[in-house]
C-alpha cells in the first residue's frame, strides 16, 4: 500500500514499512517508548491529561473525547477496570482497522497496555471480528512476543505495573460492534445492547468501569504520548485533532485507504486521493460513514470533514467509508441494499428497529419495482423519524440516517420512481 505524496501518515505510519510479526522491527520504529515512558516516568493523570489536550476524539463513529473516557472510567468506582479494543468492525465497506491491526499489531498492543495504565486497569481484551483470521494471528503472536519482552505480564518495564490481554474472536453479527453489545457477547451472552445509562465507563464488563474504544483511536496514542499534544493538535482543525483514515470505494479512479488531516474535503479526497470520476462522469451523491451514514449531493461535497463541521452541515463522517458514486447510479437502487443490510442486522430487541428496518426494506422493495404508493414518502420519513427518535441502540438511530438523507436531497428522483414508475437513473427495471 503505497502512500500518496500528500498523505500525512500517523495511524498507518509503519504499515507496509515494517515485518508485523517482528517486534524487533517495531522496536526498531519506536515501538514500546511511548509504554516506557507511561510506566517509568508519568502518572496516571498524566496521561490522561496529554490524550484529553491533544483533542483525540474517537474514530469508532460517535467522535467521543477520549481522554474524557479515560477519566471517566478512571474515577469510576469498582475494580477492576477494563480496557476492551473494538475491532469488531462489520460497518459495510469498513477495513481500516484490519489494515492497522494486519499491517502494525504491536501498535495496538502499546496502546491499550498504555489505556490500562492510565485508567488504572490490569486486564485488556481485543474484540476482533470473527472472518479477520489473519488479524487473529497476529495479534496472537504480537502479544506472545510483548510477553517474551516484558512488555505485558508482570512487572512491565521493571515497574509494579501488570497487565495482560485476551483475545475474543467475533460471532459474526454487525450489532456486536456495538459497544454494550460487544461487552454482552465477551460475558458470554448474546450479543444485544444493554439499556443505558449506566455507561461502559462506570457499568461495562462484568458490571465493571470499563473503557471501549476504536482500533484507529487507540493507534493514535503511543504517538501522541511521543510527540505530545500540541503535535498531535498541529493536525486537523482547531476542534477535530489528528488524522483520519477513509476508505475511498465506488465510482473513482484510485479506490484504497488513505490517511489524510481532518477537515479535508470530500471534493479533495475524490479529486487529488481517489483520481477523479472515471470516464469523465458527472459525480451524483456519496454516502459518507459507512451504510449507516448520510446521503450526500454535490452542493456539500465542500464541508471540511471532521466530526463538527459534518454534523451542522446534516451528514457524518462515521468509519470514515466514503463510498462515491456517479450519474450511473440510483438512489433507490442504493436505499435497496443499504436497508436489506439493516433489516438482517437488527438485532431485534426493541420494536421501533425491529419493526421498523423491515417496514423500511419493503417500502423501497415495492418503490424499485413499480408498486411505489403516494403515500410511501411520508410512511418512509415517519418510521425514520420514530426509529432515530425510540431505538435502543445506534443501529436503529442510524438505520434512518440514509433514507432521511435521501429523501432530503434526492426526494425527485424517488418520486419519480413512484408516480413516472420510471427510474431516472435506468437501474430499476419495472
Ligand atoms: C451497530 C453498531 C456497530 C458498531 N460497530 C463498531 C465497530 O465495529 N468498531 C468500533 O470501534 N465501533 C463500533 N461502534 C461504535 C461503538 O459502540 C463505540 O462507540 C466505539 O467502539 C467507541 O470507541 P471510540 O470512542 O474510540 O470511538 C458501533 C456502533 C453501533 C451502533
Ligand atoms: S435498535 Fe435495533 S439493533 Fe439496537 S437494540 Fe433495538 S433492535 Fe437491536
Redesign the pocket.
Given at each position: 500500500m503505497v502512500p500518496h505524496k500528500s498523505e500525512e501518515r500517523i495511524v498507518l505510519s509503519n504499515v507496509g514499512i515494517i515485518d508485523p510479526e517482528s517486534i524487533e522491527d517495531y522496536i526498531a520504529h519506536d515501538g514500546y517508548m511511548a509504554l516506557r515512558n507511561v510506566v517509568k516516568e508519568m502518572k496516571p493523570n498524566e496521561v490522561i491529561e496529554i490524550i484529553k489536550q491533544s483533542n483525540l476524539?474517537?474514530?469508532?463513529?460517535?467522535?467521543?473525547p477520549?481522554g474524557l473516557?479515560w477519566e471517566f472510567t478512571r474515577k469510576a468506582k469498582g475494580e477492576p477496570k477494563y480496557i476492551i479494543a473494538?475491532?469488531?468492525?462489520?460497518?459495510p465497506g469498513?477495513f481500516k482497522?484490519r489494515i492497522v491491526l494486519e499491517g502494525d499489531p504491536h501498535r495496538i498492543i502499546e496502546a491499550i497496555t498504555i489505556a490500562g495504565y492510565a485508567v488504572g486497569s490490569n486486564d485488556g481484551y481485543i474484540y476482533i471480528?470473527g472472518e479477520y483470521k489473519l488479524v487473529q494471528d497476529r495479534i496472537r503472536t504480537a502479544i506472545k512476543q510483548a510477553h517474551e519482552k516484558g512488555f505485558l505480564g508482570e512487572n512491565i518495564f521493571g515497574t509494579d505495573f501488570t497487565f495482560d490481554i485476551k483475545v475474543h474472536q467475533g460471532v459474526g453479527a454487525?450489532?456486536c460492534?456495538?459497544?454494550?453489545?460487544?461487552i454482552e457477547s465477551i460475558e458470554g451472552k448474546r450479543g444485544e445492547?444493554r439499556f443505558r445509562p449506566p455507561y461502559p465507563p462506570t457499568y461495562g464488563l462484568f458490571g465493571k468501569p470499563t473503557v471501549?474504544?476504536?482500533?484507529?483511536?487507540?493507534a493514535n496514542i503511543p504517538s501522541i504520548i511521543r510527540n505530545g499534544a500540541e503535535w498531535f493538535r498541529g493536525f486537523g482543525t482547531e476542534r477535530c485533532s489528528g488524522t483520519k483514515v477513509y476508505m475511498i470505494l465506488g465510482n473513482v479512479n484510485e479506490r484504497g485507504v488513505i490517511e489524510v488531516p481532518l477537515g479535508i474535503t470530500l471534493r479533495e479526497v475524490i479529486e487529488i486521493y481517489g483520481g477523479g470520476i472515471p470516464e469523465n462522469k458527472k459525480f451524483k451523491l456519496a454516502q459518507t460513514g459507512g451504510s449507516?451514514g448520510s446521503i450526500i449531493p454535490e452542493s456539500l461535497l465542500d464541508v471540511p470533514m471532521d466530526y463538527v463541521s459534518m454534523i451542522k452541515a446534516g451528514a457524518s463522517l462515521g468509519?470514515g467509508a466514503l463510498l462515491i458514486c456517479d450519474e450511473t447510479n440510483c438512489v433507490v437502487d442504493l436505499l435497496k441494499s443499504i436497508t436489506n443490510f439493516f433489516s438482517y442486522?437488527s438485532c431485534g430487541k426493541c420494536v421501533p428497529c425491529r419493526v421498523g428496518t423491515k417496514k423500511i426494506q419493503n417500502i423501497i422493495e415495492s418503490i424499485s419495482n413499480g408498486g411505489g404508493l403516494s403515500t410511501d414518502i411520508p410512511m418512509l420519513e415517519d418510521i425514520s423519524n420514530t426509529m432515530a427518535a425510540m431505538s435502543l441502540?445506534?443501529?436503529g438511530?442510524?438505520a434512518a440516517v440514509p433514507i432521511l438523507s435521501a429523501i432530503k436531497h434526492f426526494r425527485k428522483e424517488i418520486e419519480a420512481h413512484i408516480v413516472d414508475k420510471s427510474c431516472p437513473a435506468n437501474v430499476c427495471k419495472f
Open positions: 476524539l474517537g474514530r469508532g463513529g460517535a467522535g467521543f477520549t473516557k473494538n475491532a469488531d468492525e462489520s460497518e469498513t482497522d471480528r454487525y450489532i460492534g456495538e459497544e454494550t453489545a460487544l445492547p471501549v474504544n476504536n482500533v484507529e483511536t487507540l449507516s468509519s442486522e441502540c445506534g443501529l438511530q442510524a
